[in-house]
Nanobody, 118 residues
Framework: QEQLVESGGGLVEAGGSLRLSCRAPRMITSTFNSNKMAWYRQAPGKQRDLVASISPRGTTEYLDSVKGRFTISRDSSRKTIYLQMNNLKSEDTAVYYC?????????WGRGTQVTVSS
């Protein structure tokens, strides 16, 4: 079984919204709460870029091009992080990956495709 499971991707028109979810079904809650969590994305032929991250205490960081449009959050009771994406642009089209990091190791999800049509 996978450590991280993403969902919520799809096809949306420019200006629209999507919310991505990433569950950590195999993590115990204390481990989830102590992990830094993040969303990355990778467009065809490009490198994988950090989109947003959230620390165990809730401190967030964002890629400049998504600031004001994307919001990362975490729900410890569900062992889930979210990425709310508003005012989507064609350049946001990519596979979005969930990432978890702690002193004991790191994990990647398999990714979810987001396609924004212009």
């Amino acid at each position: 079984q996978e450590q991280l499971v993403e969902s919520g991707g799809g096809l949306v028109e420019a200006g629209g919204s999507l919310r991505l979810s990433c569950r950590a079904p195999r993590m115990i809650t204390s481990t989830f709460n102590s992990n830094k969590m993040a969303w990355y994305r990778q467009a065809p032929g490009k490198q994988r870029d950090l989109v947003a991250s959230i620390s165990p205490r809730g401190t967030t960081e964002y890629l400049d091009s998504v600031k004001g449009r994307f919001t990362i959050s975490r729900d410890s009771s569900r062992k889930t992080i979210y990425l709310q994406m508003n005012n989507l642009k064609s350049e946001d089209t990519a596979v979005y990956y969930c990432y978890s990091e702690s002193a004991y190791g790191s994990y990647w999800g398999r990714g979810t495709q987001v396609t924004v049509s212009s």
